[in-house]
C-alpha cells in the first residue's frame, strides 16, 4: 500500500463542542432513580472520586440513593448522620412525601430542595451530598461539605508589629465567620453570586446595612453581575472586571488578608467582597491616601501614626522622584547642586562611560529585576538575593566604572523607599511611574518632572473608585476628612465615618428647606 501523508489521513471525528456533554439549564429531575444516576454518570464521565451508594430506606422497600464526590465531602457526616440514620431508621412513614424523609430521618441541619438538574450538579460539585428518592423528582441537597483547609495563620503580605495574627483562608464560610467575629450586628449583611460560566466561584458582598451607601452598594452589585468568565481563579480577575479603568497604573481597590482591615472598612460604610478559594479580599471604594495607610497608625498612639504615615509619604515622594531629580540636576542643571557636592559628583562620575539616564536605567532595572527574584524565590533564600545580589552587582559595577557610587546610594535609598508603601499593588504603580519621571527628567531636565507630575495630577483627579473621587479628600477638599490622611489626629476627635460615604439624610434637608422657605 502506498504510503499516505499526514495531510491525506483520514481526519478523526470528534465531538464538536455544543455535542459533547454540557449542563443544559431548566431541565427537571427524572422520577426514576436509575435513569437520574445514569444521567450524573454520563454528565461526568464516571470519574473515581464519584460515590453513588444505593440503599433502601430502613423498614420499608423504597428506594434511595446517596451521590457525593469524596474528595469534598465529610466523610464522617455523610456516614453517621446521613446514611447510617436511613439504614437504621425502623419507623413506619409515608416516603412517597420527601419532606418527611429530611423532617425525621436525616440528622443534617442545611438541607434544601431541588429538582432542577443544573442547580443538582452545582450543589454536588460544591461539596453537597445528594439524597434521591425512586418514584419522586425532587431531590434533597444535603450541605456536607468538608474540604481540607488551611490552618487561620497571621498573613505574610501584611505583617504588622502590633495587631491581631489572623488572616483570612481559601474557605469563604470561614473567612465570613472571621468579620462576624469582629461585628457583631445584626445589620451585617453577605450576599453570594455565582459567578464563571465553565466553574462556577461563590463571590460574597458584605456591608453594615443603614451605614453603607445604597448608591455604591447597588453598582457594586450590578458590575459583579455583569462578569463574563470562564473561570474566576482569584479575586484579581473580579478586581480587574469591575474596576473604573483598566488603563489607570494605581488600583482602585484594596486588596487585604486581614479581617480587621475589612470590618473597619464595613464600618465606614465601604463595601467588601470575598472570594472563594483566595485569602485574598477587596475594599471599595478607596482613595488615594487609604493606600497609604496602615492598620498600625491606628493600633499605636496618635503621635507615632502621625509619624509613621508621613515618613510613608516622605518614602513615596524619594521611590517616584529621586532618580529623576538625580538625572535632571546632573545632565541640565548642575548650577542648582551645591559647589562641593557638584565636585563630588563629578569626581565619582569619572570614568563613567554613560550618560546619567541610561546609568540610572541600568541599576534601576537590575533593581527591579532583583525585586522580582527575591519575591518568586523561597522566602530565606529570596532575602539572601536581594542583599547578596544588590551588594556584588553594585560594589562590582563601581569598580569597573560602569556606574558611580552616588548612583548607587541613589538607588539603594530609591529601592528601601519603595518597601514603605502598605499597598503591593499601589507600590507596583510608582515603580511604574518612576520610569515615566526619568524618561521625562532625560528629555526636559526639571521642566519634565514638573510636566509630568502636573498629568500625574490630572490623572488622579480624573480618576473615580465606583463614583468616589480619587483625589478624595484634597479635590474634593473635605477638611473633616483631613484629620485621618496625611496625618492621623486622637482617635476622639476622627470621625466614625468619612464625609464622602456618609448617606445624606433626606427628612433633615427636606426640613432645612421648608425652615428657609418659610
Same mark, same amino acid.
Given at each position: 500500500m502506498p504510503r499516505t501523508s499526514f495531510f491525506n489521513r483520514r481526519k478523526m471525528k470528534t465531538k464538536k463542542p455544543e455535542q459533547q456533554n454540557q449542563i443544559k439549564t431548566g431541565i427537571e429531575l427524572g422520577t426514576e432513580l436509575k435513569e437520574n444516576l445514569n444521567n450524573?454518570?454520563? +454528565?461526568?464521565?464516571?470519574?473515581?472520586?464519584?460515590?453513588?451508594?444505593? @440503599? #433502601?430506606?430502613?423498614?420499608?422497600?423504597?428506594?434511595?440513593?446517596?451521590?457525593?464526590?469524596?474528595?469534598?465531602?465529610?466523610?464522617? /457526616?455523610?456516614?453517621?448522620?446521613?446514611?447510617?440514620?436511613?439504614?437504621?431508621?425502623?419507623?413506619?412513614?409515608? #416516603?412517597? &412525601?420527601?419532606?418527611?424523609?429530611?423532617?425525621?430521618?436525616?440528622?443534617? @441541619?442545611? !438541607?434544601?430542595k431541588g429538582n432542577k438538574f443544573d442547580e443538582v450538579i452545582y450543589s454536588l460539585l460544591s461539596g453537597s451530598t445528594l439524597f434521591y428518592l425512586d418514584g419522586m423528582d425532587t431531590v434533597l441537597i444535603l450541605a456536607t461539605s468538608g474540604?481540607?483547609?488551611? #490552618?487561620?495563620?497571621?498573613?505574610?503580605?501584611?505583617?504588622?508589629?502590633?495587631?491581631? &495574627?489572623e488572616g483570612f483562608v481559601e474557605s469563604v464560610q470561614t473567612n465570613i465567620a472571621l468579620i462576624r467575629q469582629d461585628i457583631k450586628n445584626p445589620n451585617l449583611r453577605f450576599k453570594s453570586h455565582d459567578v464563571g460560566k465553565i466553574s462556577k466561584r461563590t463571590i460574597v458582598v458584605s456591608y453594615i446595612d443603614g451605614i453603607v451607601n445604597p448608591i455604591i452598594l447597588q453598582e457594586v452589585n450590578r458590575r459583579l453581575k455583569s462578569i463574563d468568565l470562564d473561570v474566576v481563579s482569584e479575586s484579581g480577575?473580579?478586581?480587574?472586571?469591575?474596576?473604573?479603568?483598566?488603563?489607570?497604573?494605581?488600583?482602585?481597590?484594596?486588596?487585604?488578608?486581614?479581617?480587621?482591615?475589612?470590618?473597619?472598612?464595613? /464600618?465606614?460604610g465601604? $463595601?467588601?467582597?470575598?472570594?472563594?478559594?483566595?485569602?485574598?479580599?477587596?475594599?471599595?471604594?478607596? @482613595?488615594?491616601?487609604? @493606600?497609604?495607610?496602615? +492598620?498600625?497608625?491606628?493600633?499605636?498612639?496618635?503621635?507615632?501614626?502621625?509619624?509613621? &504615615?508621613?515618613?510613608r509619604y516622605v518614602g513615596t515622594f524619594i521611590a517616584l522622584f529621586l532618580p529623576a531629580i538625580y538625572i535632571a540636576l546632573v545632565s541640565y542643571h548642575q548650577g542648582l547642586i551645591p559647589t562641593q557636592l557638584a565636585f563630588s559628583i563629578a569626581t565619582t562620575r569619572e570614568g563613567v562611560p554613560f550618560p546619567s539616564f541610561v546609568e540610572a536605567m541600568l541599576m534601576i532595572i537590575t533593581m527591579e529585576?532583583?525585586?522580582?527574584?527575591?519575591?518568586?524565590?523561597?522566602?530565606?533564600?529570596?532575602?539572601?538575593?536581594?542583599?547578596?545580589?544588590?551588594?556584588?552587582?553594585?560594589?562590582?559595577?563601581?569598580?569597573?566604572?560602569? $556606574?558611580?557610587?552616588?548612583?548607587? !546610594?541613589?538607588?539603594?535609598?530609591?529601592?528601601?523607599?519603595?518597601?514603605?508603601?502598605p499597598?503591593?499593588?499601589?507600590?507596583?504603580?510608582?515603580?511604574?511611574? &518612576?520610569?515615566?519621571?526619568?524618561?521625562?527628567?532625560? !528629555?526636559?531636565?526639571?521642566?519634565?518632572?514638573?510636566?509630568?507630575?502636573?498629568?500625574?495630577?490630572?490623572?488622579?483627579?480624573?480618576?473615580?473608585?465606583?463614583?468616589?473621587?480619587?483625589?478624595?479628600?484634597?479635590a474634593p477638599a473635605l477638611l473633616k476628612d483631613w484629620k485621618d490622611s496625611a496625618i492621623r489626629a486622637p482617635i476622639t476627635m476622627l470621625e466614625k465615618q468619612p464625609t464622602y460615604m456618609k448617606i445624606e439624610d433626606k427628612k433633615k434637608k427636606s426640613t432645612g428647606e421648608e425652615k428657609k422657605q418659610t
Open positions: 450524573i454518570k454520563t +454528565l461526568l464521565d464516571k470519574p473515581n472520586d464519584l460515590v453513588i451508594r444505593e @440503599t #433502601s430506606l430502613g423498614g420499608t422497600d423504597y428506594k434511595c440513593a446517596i451521590v457525593y464526590l469524596s474528595g469534598l465531602v465529610d466523610q464522617n /457526616l455523610v456516614n453517621n448522620n446521613i446514611l447510617k440514620v436511613i439504614q437504621s431508621n425502623k419507623s413506619e412513614i409515608d #416516603s412517597s &412525601r420527601i419532606d418527611e424523609v429530611f423532617q425525621e430521618i436525616i440528622a443534617i @441541619t442545611d !438541607i434544601k474540604r481540607e483547609e488551611r #490552618s487561620i495563620e497571621e498573613p505574610q503580605s501584611e505583617a504588622l508589629i502590633r495587631g491581631p &495574627r480577575f473580579v478586581e480587574q472586571w469591575i474596576e473604573d479603568s483598566f488603563l489607570s497604573p494605581f488600583p482602585q481597590m484594596i486588596n487585604t488578608e486581614r479581617p480587621d482591615r475589612v470590618s473597619s472598612a464595613l /464600618l465606614q465601604k $463595601v467588601g467582597i470575598l472570594v472563594d478559594g483566595t485569602p485574598f479580599a477587596l475594599i471599595a471604594p478607596i @482613595t488615594y491616601s487609604e @493606600t497609604l495607610k496602615s +492598620l498600625e497608625d491606628y493600633y499605636e498612639r496618635w503621635i507615632v501614626g502621625t509619624l509613621i &504615615r508621613l515618613l529585576i532583583l525585586q522580582e527574584a527575591g519575591a518568586r524565590l523561597p522566602k530565606n533564600l529570596g532575602q539572601t538575593i536581594g542583599i547578596v545580589g544588590g551588594l556584588v552587582i553594585g560594589e562590582s559595577a563601581v569598580s569597573a566604572n560602569i $556606574v558611580s557610587p552616588i548612583m548607587v !546610594i541613589v538607588v539603594a535609598l530609591t529601592a528601601i523607599s519603595s518597601f514603605t508603601n499597598s503591593y499593588s499601589a507600590g507596583i504603580g510608582f515603580r511604574m511611574l &518612576r520610569f515615566f519621571f526619568m524618561i521625562a527628567a532625560a !528629555i526636559f531636565g526639571l521642566y519634565g518632572i514638573i510636566l509630568a507630575y502636573i498629568m500625574l495630577n490630572i490623572h488622579i483627579v480624573n480618576l473615580k473608585s465606583f463614583g468616589i473621587p480619587y483625589s478624595t479628600p484634597f
